[in-house]
């Protein structure tokens, strides 16, 4: 079974930089897809970024192209978003999750999610 467990997060000015870090327990290695999703009040859930079920070849919205970093340490069982220049309309509500391998395709897409495992949360607020 996979457990998710963020940390990482807080409030930072717009332009500055957080990180956030999810601890994955149990096997995920060509099972799993991760990834990182957000949602803000009132708005949808949108995915953020992810990477393939191989722990590479990473895909993100265009809402966060070139500021935003997934990586995953498939050694440690660490997924990383690394978030720079941070926005006031990136704040949110975010959330890593593991996706079944069947449902990865298209990355971010939304189907897959009702599929996911779930962390816990992290709050990331970006003030102007």
């Known amino acids: 079974q996979v457990q998710l467990l963020q940390s990482g997060g807080g409030s930072v000015q717009a332009g500055g930089s957080l990180q956030l870090s999810c601890k994955i327990t149990g096997y995920i290695y060509g099972f799993y897809c991760m990834g990182w999703y957000r949602q803000a009040p009132g708005k949808e859930r949108e995915g953020v970024a992810t990477?393939?079920?191989?722990?590479?070849?990473?895909t993100y919205a265009e809402s966060v192209r070139g500021r935003f970093t997934i990586t995953e340490d498939v050694e440690k069982n660490i997924l990383t978003l690394e978030m720079n220049d941070l926005r006031p309309e990136d704040t949110a509500m975010y959330y890593c999750?593991?996706?079944?391998?069947?449902?990865?395709?298209?990355?971010?897409?939304?189907?897959?999610?009702?599929?996911?495992?779930w962390g816990q949360g992290t709050q990331v607020t970006a003030t102007s």
């Open positions: 999750a593991a996706v079944p391998r069947e449902w990865c395709n298209p990355p971010l897409n939304r189907r897959g999610t009702d599929f996911a495992t």
């Open positions: 990477m393939n079920t191989l722990g590479y070849d990473p």
